[in-house]
């Protein structure tokens, strides 16, 4: 099993699952574009939590391919998993909790992890050069 690729597969899915769940909310709200201001509702964190994964997911996976390409150490498997976590962590921490107007930890782990196992892959694909 590829597990770059699965991690890559993941992360497609959380970014198309989340802009489903954007749209649905949308409809729901009957809200065609723009976001709402209010932290507790539940259309700003589904946008929030959609805009964030797009922001960082591309990047995450482009890295994630390139390092498939070739023989990685353990410690690059383990960054991608970990990564493809901390993804999902700091989403549920967005989604999750009541408001967003507070830090949660979910939030601060997936943020954290997702700086600290991103630069540990943009280091290994360095390291390809």
């Known amino acids: ?15 198309i699952v989340l802009g489903i769940a954007v749209s649905l ?4 709200q009957k809200q065609g574009s723009g976001c ?8 700003h964190k589904y946008i ?8 960082f997911a591309p990047v995450l996976m482009v890295l994630m391919y390139i390092l498939s390409q070739s023989q990685m150490a353990s410690w690059v498997l383990w960054s991608i998993v970990l990564v493809t976590l ?5 989403v549920a921490g967005l989604i999750f909790p009541r408001t967003m107007a507070r830090p949660n930890p979910l939030r601060q782990i997936g943020a ?12 290994a694909v360095l390291k390809l050069v």
């Open 112 to 123: 954290g992890g997702t700086y600290i196992f991103g630069l540990a892959l943009c280091i």
């Open 36 to 43: 709402p201001s209010d932290p507790k509702d539940t259309l």
């Open 48 to 55: 929030r939590a959609h805009a964030n994964t797009i922001e």
């Open 86 to 90: 901390s993804r999902f962590v700091l």
């Open 1 to 15: 099993m590829n597990i770059a690729l699965l991690c890559i597969g993941l992360l497609g899915a959380l970014c």
């Open 25 to 28: 909310n949308r409809m729901k």
